[in-house]
Structures are given as C-alpha cells and as structure tokens.
C-alpha cells in the first residue's frame, strides 16, 4: 500500500501542476479581455460625433458646444487671436521693408522723424496690417458664426465667410493683389470642374491660356492703349529696345489704318 501511495503522488504532483496553469491561463486571459474592455470605452468617450458624421479622436480640439469649430479657444478669442497675428505680421512686414528701404536707399538715416514717419507711423503698413488681420480673422469669425447658427459644416459657409472676409481690400487697396485672387479663383473654379468631370484637363492648356491672353493684351496695346495699364507699356517697350518707341510705333500704325478707312 505505502508503495502504491508513493507511485500515485507523482501522478497527483502532475495534475495539480496542470490545474493551476489552467487557473493561470484563465486568469490571463480574463485580464486580457477586460483591458481591451477598458481601452475600447475608453476610445468611446473620446470620440465626439458631430452633426456632420465626423468622429475627432481628441475632444481637447473640440471645446465648443456645437462639436464642429477645431480650435482650442472659444471662436471669438480665437478670431481675436487670429486678427491680432495678421496684424503684426502684414505690418511688421510692410513697416519693415519701408524702414530698411529708407535707411539705405533713401538714407533718411539723417532724418529720423522723416524716417519713421515714412516708415513706422506711415498709413501703408498699417493699412496692410489691418488688411491681412482682417482678412484671416475675418474669414475665421464669420465661419464660425455660421457652423453656431446652422450647426453644420459645409461649403456655403466658406463661401459667405470668403466673401465678407474680402472686404478687409478697403484698408489696403491694390489692384495687383485683386488680380492676383481673380487669377488663383479661377483656376481653383477649373480644377474643381475638372474633378468633377465637367470638363476635361489638356496637356498644353497653359500655352493656350498664355496664347489667349497675349491676344487680348496686344490687341489692346496696338489698337487701344489706353486700356492697358502704363506699367505694362514700359515693360514691352523696354523688351522691345532701347532706341525703340514701341508707343509711337503703334501710333503710326493706327494712324495709316484710320486714313485708309476715310479714303474708302
């Protein structure tokens, strides 16, 4: 009997190993399930749905009421802000420039009042400063206002913010800065055409583009220069050559066309 207890106790020795790996086993794998558990409410409550279906993984970007404006800031400190950055910047660029001009091309640095005048209390810089604070923060102000009021994001509301932003021209006039958004809003009208599939993009569409243009300009400049800007005359006159007055050559021209037309 001792002998039979002795070849059983290793056999018993064995299975209560067993046992308390499945024990184990068990316990790791409960723990597992509930960490993954844990970690899934976890990634729940930091979602935040908002009423266009966008699911932001930080609520921390999100501390307005509506879910939808993405700035940490509430949207009237954060259009503030944002004025405040335009300002100094197109001022601080503007003011900069005209200051550095006049020390060493102008060298005002002989009149110091004189200098700042022109430079740091001059009406241009401020004027910029206020155009591209207004501008940015304006922008960003009204398409907050509108997210508040209509409580979705959408393309009407940078449509409405992009047009009263626009204002903020009158502190700045500039013709070449209009131009320039004319030239950029229609190609983004293009390209958006083109993804869209109403119309279709061709290899050489710039040269054409360019060809149309010289057309409209030369024309204008042979046959009626008083609508193209002056600035525009002196640089093809200066293209053409020094001893060449492209102006009066035109002249002529429109000149000699005129008298055939009387004699017919």
Not at 91 to 100: M, N, P, T
Not at 108 to 123: A, F, G, M, T
Not at 214 to 231: A, K, M, N, Q, Y
Request: aromatic share 10%.
């Amino acid at each position: 009997m001792e002998n039979q207890n002795q070849e059983n106790s290793p056999n018993e020795e064995i299975t209560t190993e067993s046992q308390q790996h499945t024990i184990n086993t068990n316990v790791s794998q409960e723990e597992l399930e509930s960490e993954i558990k844990r970690s899934e409410e976890s990634i729940k409550v930091t979602e935040v749905t908002t009423t266009d279906g966008l699911k932001p993984t930080d609520t921390r970007e999100y501390i307005n009421k509506n879910g939808i404006c993405r700035h940490r800031d509430n949207c009237a400190i954060s259009t503030l802000k944002t004025i405040i950055r335009g300002f100094a910047i197109g001022y601080g660029l503007r003011a900069g420039i005209a200051l550095l001009t006049g020390l060493i091309l102008r060298k005002l640095y002989r009149n110091p009042r004189k200098l700042i005048n022109q430079s740091i209390l001059h009406k241009d810089p401020i004027g910029f400063g206020l155009f591209l604070g207004f501008y940015t923060g304006g922008f960003k102000g009204i398409n907050c206002l509108l997210r508040a009021i209509r409580g979705k994001e959408d393309g009407l509301n940078s449509i409405v913010a992009g047009f009263v932003a626009g204002s903020a021209m009158m502190f700045s006039k500039s013709t070449e800065m209009a131009l320039y958004l004319f030239a950029r809003a229609l190609e983004s009208l293009f390209n958006a055409a083109v993804k869209r599939g109403y119309l279709k993009s061709y290899k050489h569409g710039d040269s054409v583009l360019f060809c149309l243009c010289t057309t409209i300009l030369f024309h204008g400049f042979v046959w009626e220069p008083t609508t193209v800007r002056p600035s525009y005359m002196k640089f093809i006159s200066k293209v053409a050559g020094k001893n060449r007055d492209i102006g009066a050559i035109t002249s002529v021209i429109r000149d000699m066309y005129y008298q055939q037309q009387q004699q017919k």
